[in-house]
């Protein structure tokens, strides 16, 4: 399997008369823009689009996700399989990505648990996506009572489609940049660095229902067994993100796209190990599903003779469950882990971290305590709604002061804590 | 100007007597008492001792309570910047007087706080997670290199400089998780560490896996048809419109609600405040996690004595397990203060 | 929270993700539907949900009657 990456690498936006990119700058014709996301009917009639560039005094939030403007040039299927495209398997061919940028979905609040994402200021040092210039569709429902599956099914796919409109719309651009990827076929894997151990990737995804769903082609998580994929497929955006509840440590549409841990296991494969293959799970809410998804995951993983998985959660609380039983079940079978997950040990970090534990768990990389508080001062613009820090998941009545001040835990920032990595942050023990 | 620190000691150190003299009351004096020399010494201008407190370790002991607020009113018109507590190395008594003021000078002052003890001293369990305790040798000898450390340490608080890791800075590892950018994303971070442990190389985790502690089971309920039973959830429950504001994630309180000549929790009456799960069908029918219609059924046809009229709530999702202990501890008094014979608690 | 009750009241912790209570250290546990209704069941109808419903709050207060010396999950 092999795709080419073609990027342009956006430094700037403005809206104008015509889609397109030149000497760095992404230009937005609003209305097209507009016209497109007002398609559906689920979304009301006061829709908006609004830019956001790094180092702007500018908030957003509540955002519900975050997307990267991609577009398949060549090869089967488009972006966005079975959610905006057909159901072709993608992953090969030629793919043209808008690095740099993101569209984000926000304004009216699905159910408070969306996050904020502040361009400049304090808070900007702790979301990946302080850093992408950001296209920002502002939406709202149709009917502020109409069912709320329908409301974000809507918002998610007017982001994916915004994301695949800006990128197309850049097809002709000759590319700044061709990276190419390889992914050998299981059998070639097998033979080849044979001095060197088998791995794999455990990506574990949240599927808990409303604003706690992810998509693989189309298809709900939760209804999944456990399945190999290849990384290159996730480029090309296999994998879509619905939830965002503790925007903290929820995996974007952007971030499942660039993946870092996919990024640093191609990276070390060949050198330090074999990277043979992808496997996806998820995070149900019965015990049953649990136990079967990592039995079945791990199972996978001994089929493939595989000696190391590399494991991610996503979220906090109940998915620890899982991703402990991941991590002994794994470990058991002679498959040795190394974890990624976050932290929730209260605001002054006093508590325990996490709601689960094994001692095979040994090898544990977090991406931060969530809880730790951050007073993120007034910006000069608000794109969305301020008001929602008071109720947002991390905030608290009264988070929001007069001035525009928004004093929250780190859970509140999209991305702070991103469990696929995506950020620098940490924790240690004092 | 330099800051203002405040010193306490036991009667030992200053030279009031030994054992005999344990029971010394709490005394304050203005400037240096006894090892007050050695921390002045490391201060280099920096900090001032302006005044030392003094109290007996066995009055400490037997009047925590007293002693305490006593010598908090001492103090509070020095308006200290922070305050250090011994060096208590090996001495037992000591050593938890030492912590306890610590704990509650940063409580009552929000200041910072250090003391010095042998790790082994009962007062470095009992106090760490609310002080920064540096560590000595187990006995006075060790002054010459624990003054120093102390006074280090203290004078980066004050700066308001950031704190390395325990060993880099030499205190005793209070259990504190604190955030820090590193170097790499978490994501190399992990790769890198899944690498060493393939190898068979060292590695450090980022995180131990917590140990949890065990509470012994209550005896069974003897006489369910006499007994009243309470409804308690972490599923974040609430008469509708969360009149409480109980957070939708990192809950600081809970709820205490009424539900005499409730049967049943609809859409129209109740709802949840937790962010961290799937609210529809919570919102839709409360008795899902709360269920207050069985337990009216039960309690009508005599199976069990009674409902509890009250219900208590809070939301599970990302609240700490200090505050959950809270929670509970605060819960259970009210309860048993009812009469409450037994609880079932539901969570998500 | 339930280790606090327990203290001082018999408690019986009603949750669906077993391992985690275990790991916390209820004692005693009645594992339930799912983590968004414990106690209940959308795709049956109102009537079944609540007789699916009662049979687990039973099995809770049987579980608060039987004496125990080590975590015990009670499934029926």
């Not at chain 2, 992990?190 to 590695?203: H, S």
């Not at chain 3, 699916?52 to 499934?75: G, H, N």
Request: proline share 5%; charged share 25%.
């Amino acid at each position: 399997m092999k795709l080419e990456l073609h990027r342009l690498n956006v430094k700037s936006l403005k809206f104008g008369d015509k889609t397109g990119f030149a000497d760095g700058v992404l230009t937005v014709n609003k209305s097209e823009l507009l016209a497109l996301i007002s398609e559906d009917e689920l979304l009301g009639k006061n829709l908006d689009v609004d830019l956001a560039i790094p180092g702007e005094s500018v908030r957003v939030m509540p955002v519900k996700d975050v997307i990267e403007p991609r577009f398949k040039l060549e090869g089967k299927g488009q972006v966005f399989p079975g959610m905006i495209s057909d159901v072709e398997t993608v992953g090969e061919g030629k793919t043209l990505v808008l690095s740099g940028c993101a569209v984000l979905t926000a304004g009216k609040l699905v159910r408070f648990q969306e996050g904020i994402i502040d361009m400049s200021g304090p808070g900007a040092d702790y979301t990946p996506y302080s850093k992408t210039c950001n296209v920002v569709l502002v939406l709202e429902p149709a009917d502020p009572n109409m069912d709320k599956h329908d409301y974000e099914k809507a918002c998610r796919t007017a982001g994916l489609k915004a994301a695949k409109y800006l990128a197309e719309a850049c097809k002709d651009v000759k590319p700044e940049k061709i990276e190419s990827y390889e992914f050998a076929k299981i059998r070639d894997a097998m033979n080849s660095y044979p001095e060197l151990p088998k791995v794999g990737y455990l990506y574990m995804l949240q599927t808990q229902g409303l604003l706690h769903d992810t998509y693989l082609y189309g298809v709900d998580v939760k209804k999944i067994l456990p399945t190999v994929i290849s990384p290159l497929e996730v480029m090309d955006g296999a994998i879509v993100s619905g939830n965002c509840v503790s925007a903290c440590d929820k995996n974007s549409t952007y971030s499942h796209q660039n993946n870092p841990v996919i990024a640093d296991m191609l990276k070390r494969h060949g050198k330090d190990f074999n990277f043979v293959a992808v496997i996806v799970t998820n995070e149900n809410v019965t015990l049953a599903d649990k136990r079967r998804s990592s039995s079945y995951a791990t199972k996978i993983a001994g089929m493939l003779g595989l000696d190391g998985l590399v494991i991610t959660e996503e979220g906090f609380g109940n998915p620890d469950a899982d991703l402990i039983m991941n991590c002994w079940k794994a470990e058991r079978l002679g498959i040795k882990t190394a974890l990624l997950t976050d932290e929730y040990a209260g605001q002054d970090g006093a508590s325990q971290s996490l709601a689960d534990s094994c001692p095979e768990g040994d090898a544990c990389v977090t991406a931060g305590n969530a809880n730790e508080v951050i007073i993120l001062p007034p910006m000069q613009k608000v794109i969305g709604y301020a008001e929602e820090a008071n109720v947002i998941a991390g905030g608290w009545n009264g988070s929001l002061a007069e001035d525009g001040t928004i004093t929250v835990e780190l859970q509140a920032i999209t991305g702070a804590t991103s469990e696929l990595g995506y950020t620098k942050l940490g924790a240690y023990t004092l | 100007m330099a800051f203002k620190v405040i010193h306490y000691i036991n009667q030992f150190y200053a030279n009031i007597g030994g054992e005999e003299k344990a029971d010394y009351k709490p005394e304050i004096r203005e400037g240096i008492v006894g090892p007050g020399m050695a921390l002045k010494a490391a201060f280099k201008g920096e900090a001032e001792i302006v005044a030392t407190v003094i109290c007996g370790d066995s009055y400490f002991a037997s009047n925590m309570d007293e002693a305490t607020n006593t010598i908090l009113d001492m103090i509070r018109k020095y308006e200290p910047d922070a305050f250090i507590a011994g060096p208590a190395f090996n001495a037992g008594r000591y050593g938890t007087a030492c912590g306890a003021m610590c704990a509650a000078v940063a409580k009552e002052f929000n200041i910072p706080v250090v003391s010095g003890m042998y790790p082994e001293n009962p007062g470095v369990e009992m106090y760490k997670k609310f002080a920064w305790i540096v560590e000595t040798p187990d006995s006075a000898i060790g002054m010459r290199k624990a003054a120093p450390a102390m006074a280090k340490l203290a004078l980066k608080l004050l700066k308001g400089e950031s704190i390395g890791k325990p060993e880099e800075e030499g205190y005793i590892e209070r259990g504190i998780r604190k955030n820090m950018f590193y170097e790499k994303l978490a994501a190399e971070r992990c790769v890198d560490m899944f690498i060493a442990k393939l190898k068979g190389e060292p590695f450090e985790t980022e995180y131990k896996m917590p140990v949890f502690d065990r509470v012994d089971p209550q005896p069974a309920v003897k006489d369910l048809a006499h007994a009243t039973i309470a409804l308690v959830t972490s599923g974040g429950i609430c008469p509708k419109g969360n009149p409480d504001h109980i957070e939708a994630s990192s809950a600081s309180k809970f709820g205490e609600y009424d539900i005499t000549g409730v049967n049943d929790l609809t859409s129209e009456t109740h709802c949840t405040a937790h962010g961290g799960y799937d609210a529809t069908y919570a919102d839709q029918d409360a008795d899902r996690v709360l269920p207050v219609d069985v337990m009216r059924d039960l309690e009508r046809e005599g199976v069990i004595g009674k409902l509890h009229t009250k219900f208590y709530t809070t939301v599970g999702n990302g609240t700490s397990v200090a505050n959950a202990k809270k929670f509970g501890a605060e819960i259970v008094n009210r309860l048993v203060r009812d009469g409450v014979t037994a609880v079932i608690l539901t969570s998500t | 929270m339930v280790k606090e009750i327990e203290r001082k009241l018999p408690v019986v912790h009603m949750c669906t993700i077993v391992p985690i209570s275990q790991t916390v250290g209820a004692n005693r546990i009645v594992p339930t539907i799912a983590i968004p209704h414990p106690l209940g069941d959308p795709t049956k109808t109102p009537e079944e949900e609540k007789i699916l419903r009662r049979k687990l709050v039973e099995r809770a207060l049987k579980a608060l009657q039987t004496d125990i010396t080590e975590q015990t999950v009670f499934t029926e």
